[in-house]
């Protein structure tokens, strides 16, 4: 099955740096990419996903980029805030497969300092 | 108006007790799940049911009964509870069964704590 790995564990940054989270994935199958963040006691809310026919999305502060030929994917987070501040977790999922599946990584807990 | 609920969103009870929690979406959509966040926060899929049926059952003790009625309700039963069943519980929905390319709306969580 599919093996996803999230670095780093934690992050730390200041208020108005940047932030990159890295997940990689085994599957080449794979090609639905989901990044969730989960506040303190809160449910996990999809805050951007990509598909393997893109190699880049943007949503405001956030992007996340796609390399297919080295299976890895990256969440970025330009002019970080403190309610960035969050659990991040990565997933991957194979869209052609029926068991609706997606495997997540590890979470990234991302601190932004006032 | 919460598209996945879930109830109840606090459970504390004693080893050995047989406890339910019940979840509902109001999103029409056809597949459900149960995911377990533990302490280091890892969200680990448990079952999955598409439109009442079971279409993903991890290794999960048989003491952890799913049970959905209909497409909007899954349900866990968890009998003899164990200090380690102590985390987190998500439910979660998704439009359909159509690979893992859709997003998947979670609740609220039921957290579970075993004295």
């Known amino acids: 099955g599919e093996n996803v790995e999230q670095h780093p564990s934690t992050l730390s940054v200041q208020e108005g740096d940047s932030a990159v989270i890295k997940c990689t994935y085994s599957d080449s199958a794979s090609n639905y990419f989901p990044w969730y963040k989960q506040e303190l006691g809160k449910r996990p809310q999809l805050i951007i996903d990509?598909?393997?026919?893109?190699g880049e999305k943007k949503d405001q502060r956030i992007a996340v980029t796609l390399n297919k030929t080295a299976k890895h994917f990256s969440l970025h987070i330009t002019e970080t805030q403190p309610e960035d501040s969050a659990v991040y977790f990565c997933?991957?999922?194979?869209?052609?497969?029926?068991?609706?599946?997606?495997?997540f990584g590890r979470g990234t807990q991302l601190t932004v300092w006032p | 108006d919460t598209a996945v609920s879930q109830t109840p969103k606090y459970l504390v009870t004693q080893m050995g007790n047989d406890k339910s929690i019940k979840c509902e979406q109001n999103?029409?959509?056809?597949?459900m799940y149960w995911y377990k966040q533990d302490s280091k926060k890892f969200l680990k899929i448990m079952f999955s049911y598409n439109n009442k049926e079971l279409i993903i059952n991890e290794t999960v003790p048989n003491r952890f009964s799913p049970k959905s009625p209909d497409k909007a309700h899954l349900n866990l039963h968890i009998n003899s509870l164990e200090l380690g069943d102590s985390a987190v519980y998500f439910c979660?929905?998704?439009?359909?069964?159509?690979?893992?390319?859709?997003?998947?709306?979670f609740g609220d969580g039921t957290r579970l704590s075993i004295l």
């Open positions: 997933a991957a999922a194979d869209r052609g497969s029926t068991l609706g599946r997606l495997y």
């Open positions: 999103l029409g959509h056809d597949t």
């Open positions: 979660a929905s998704s439009q359909d069964r159509a690979g893992g390319g859709q997003p998947q709306h």
């Open positions: 990509i598909r393997s026919n893109v």
